[in-house]
């Protein structure tokens, strides 16, 4: 079970405030859906759908990209760690 679960009807994470689904929990379903991209988007869209009736003022193609766009494009390579072995030019360099 994760903390990062939706806090209703605001949607913000109850694990970090941010809103949901916070980069924490899109990482969570997209190993937990790793075979199954079209269930995690039918998963996220009952979300979608539900958060387009708490949040009426909230536009829908922002909703749409919040709750299921994300789900299409390749994962962010920026949120994973860059800290791995240093190369022959930075190891001289701090050496």
């Known amino acids: 079970m994760t903390a990062h679960g939706p806090v209703m009807p605001i949607w913000s994470c109850g694990g970090c405030d941010l809103p ?19 269930s995690l988007a039918l998963y996220l869209g009952a979300y979608l759908v539900q958060a387009a009736e708490d949040m009426p003022w909230a536009p829908s193609g922002t909703l ?14 920026q949120q994973r760690s860059t800290a791995t072995v240093p190369t022959e030019t930075e190891h001289h360099q701090t050496g």
Do not use: I, K, N, S
């Open 20 to 38: 949901w689904p916070c980069p924490t929990r899109r990482r969570e379903l997209r190993a937990e859906y790793a075979d199954a991209p079209v």
């Open 64 to 77: 749409h990209r919040r709750f299921v766009g994300w789900t299409r494009q390749p994962p962010d390579t």
